[in-house]
T-cell receptor, first 115, second 116 residues
Framework: AQKVTQTQTSISVVEKTTVTMDCVYETRDSSYFLFWYKQTASGEIVFLIRQDSYKKENATVGHYSLNFQKPKSSIGLIITATQIEDSAVYFC????????????WGSGTKLIIKP | GPKVLQIPSHQIIDMGQMVTLNCDPV?????FYWYKQILGQQMEFLVN????????KSKLFKDQFSVERPDGSYFTLKIQPTALEDSAVYFC??????????????FGHGTKLSVL
């Protein structure tokens, strides 16, 4: 079975600090793609960053980076220099290559950035 | 950046009625999706659509659900008849390519459906 798990329901940090959000996944496929999306208070869902399973290097986009630990089936999202506007719900999702077309989502982590 | 528009943002209907949720995907995108999110829970895939056909659907895509995109118009999700458990936020998404499994999806803001 394929599954994505985010155990942290809510995290609160002070702005300008670094935060890590956890995500673990389950799949028997050797090729897969891992995504992080952000859902703002308005409901908008925005793509942040992606990791391809065959790439060893951790993906980095702006102040988002990933901690990809393939042996542990883990794909943590790291946000450095957090800002108030980073407050949102962050979803981890997985798509398996050449299989079904759907994204399998985690339950989300609510991130609160305090001044 | 590219935008997916969903109309309306909120729809309230009585159980048993029909409802149509409308989505205007990114203009050059070819693949369209509907996802369902019950408040506080994760997003769940309903269906995807390409070239006038349903490509894949989940168990949540009940017989009462249907999708279509007549030429040049909205990509729609129709529920007929509605049930109380259909209350959720429905997100439309689109993407340019599907066979590239690393393709990102562009999402709309969602339509909140309240079935009374």
């Amino acid at each position: 079975a394929q599954k994505v798990t985010q155990t942290q329901t809510s995290i609160s940090v002070v702005e300008k600090t670094t935060v890590t959000m956890d995500c673990v996944y389950e799949t028997r496929d050797s090729s897969y793609f891992l995504f992080w999306y952000k859902q703002t208070a308005s409901g908008e869902i925005v793509f942040l960053i992606r990791q391809d399973s065959y790439k060893k290097e951790n993906a980095t986009v702006g102040h988002y980076s990933l901690n990809f630990q393939k042996p542990k089936s883990s794909i943590g999202l790291i946000i450095t220099a957090t800002q108030i506007e980073d407050s949102a719900v962050y979803f981890c999702a997985m798509r398996v290559m050449d299989s079904n077309y759907q994204l399998i989502w985690g339950s989300g982590t609510k991130l609160i950035i305090k001044p | 950046g590219p935008k997916v528009l969903q109309i309306p943002s909120h729809q309230i209907i009585d159980m048993g009625q029909m409802v149509t949720l409308n989505c205007d995907p990114v203009s050059n995108h070819l693949y369209f999706y509907w996802y369902k999110q019950i408040l506080g829970q994760q997003m769940e895939f309903l269906v995807n659509f390409y070239n006038g056909k349903v490509m894949e659907k989940s168990k949540l895509f009940k017989d009462q659900f249907s999708v279509e995109r007549p030429d040049g118009s909205y990509f729609t999700l129709k529920i007929q008849p509605t049930a109380l458990e259909d209350s959720a936020v429905y997100f439309c998404a689109s993407s340019l390519a599907l066979r590239l499994s690393n393709e990102r999806l562009f999402f709309g803001h969602g339509t909140k459906l309240s079935v009374l």
